[in-house]
Nanobody, 114 residues
């Protein structure tokens, strides 16, 4: 089964920005809805943003106005632009379909220092 590959995480100060990328050969263009999820230590994995093939987008309330999800079906890539980062955004970020039916990738660590 295809496993998404996430990249772009890192360590940033509060107020900073990061752009995450997710590649999954042939899968992303074939899935109607793709999403970015995150899991903070000791917490359940949560969906933070989702985008349909037609461009319909939904965000978790905690990231509205700060995060932007986009996708390039031709490149089989999904992006998450994260601005105005906060310490509470610290987590491992994953992409998957929404609902998640693909095998989970390794994720990419995002750490926001105060």
């Amino acid at each position: 089964q295809v496993q998404p590959v996430e990249s772009g995480g890192g360590l940033v100060q509060a107020g900073g920005a990061l752009r995450l990328s997710c590649a999954a050969s042939r899968v992303i263009s074939s899935r109607n809805v793709m999403g970015w999820y995150r899991q903070a230590p000791g917490k359940q994995r949560e969906l933070v943003a989702a985008i349909s093939r037609g461009g319909s987008i939904n965000y978790a309330d905690s990231v509205k106005g700060r995060f932007t999800i986009s996708r390039d079906n031709a490149k089989n890539t999904v992006y998450l632009q994260m601005n105005s980062l906060r310490p509470e955004d610290t987590a491992v970020y994953y992409c998957n379909s929404a609902p998640p039916i693909l095998e989970w990738g390794q994720g990419t660590q995002v750490t926001v220092s105060s």
